[in-house]
């Protein structure tokens, strides 16, 4: 990253070797660094001749590029953006004659009402929950049908969308030792359950958690009528979340859910390592 202009040729220089030294090719490109930036994505859904979008949803709650909050739809975003969005999502899709589900991804400049394309992730992701929790649809099924070659079932028109969800990912880390992974054996797991609530675990009493692989344990979503009663279902799911053996992101999740700067919505990319600037972390996760 360049902030100055005179930083410019050794930023050129530097990326220019480094593109040569692992792809033979030296060429690089310029794009603008937008600051503050918002991640946001919309779900498509293709059969190859026909594709449909799925809404939108923001994962600027990120940490080492690493998302850790997801909700849907992206909270605060004014509708030219949004509806500017998911058209150049599903006009890039049928340019491509996109097969199956599949997300695309924007960075956002909410301030100049600006969205710059990403990447596309050709498959179903870990925060695909919350589509389905404002849609009512079964992405899976969806997915296999079309795999199947029964091609999309669904007309845009069929695809609606009610009421607000917002997913935490759990993760075998210690937020407090620097998010230090943290296998081991869980010796308890009690996920909650109530109106609006869903857990996707593979994690009980005896699990083992590994250090050679992905620390997800859990994911706790919440949906409701609004950004609020989602919100408020989040901040009580958390609070009877227990894990025990290892420590866990739980209890910065719901530190998180109790911010009043994450409460307002739409916030950019960098908002995850500001908090976490401030925080002394006195707030230990009681299970770990």
Known sequence: MAREPGELG????????????????????????????????????????NVIHLGDRDCSVQRRYQKLIEEAPAPRLGET???????????????LKYQGLGTVEFLVDAERSAFWFLEVNARIQVEHPVTEAVTGL?????????????GLRLSQADVQFSGHAIECRV???????????????????????????????HVQAGSAVPPQYDSLLA???ASGASRAEALARLRGALARCEIGGVATTVAMHAALAADSEFAAG?????????????????????NG
């Open 266 to 286: 739409g916030v950019d990319a960098g908002y995850l390592g500001r908090w976490l600037e401030l925080q002394s972390w006195s707030v230990r996760d009681k």
């Open 10 to 49: 050794e930023a050129v220089a530097v990326g220019s070797a480094e593109a040569r030294a692992a792809f033979g090719d030296p060429r690089v490109y310029l794009e603008r660094y937008v600051s503050p930036a918002r991640h946001v994505e919309v779900q498509l859904l293709g059969d190859g001749q």
């Open 81 to 95: 953006l949004r509806v500017g969005m998911r058209a150049a999502a599903v006009a890039l899709g049928l340019h």
């Open 171 to 201: 993760n075998a880390e210690d937020p407090a030792a620097g998010f230090r992974p943290s296998p081991g054996t869980v010796t308890r797991a009690v996920f909650p359950a109530g109106p609006g609530l869903r857990v996707d675990t």
């Open 219 to 221: 994911k706790l979503v």
């Open 138 to 150: 079964d992405l899976v099924a969806e997915q296999i049908a079309i795999a199947e070659g029964r």
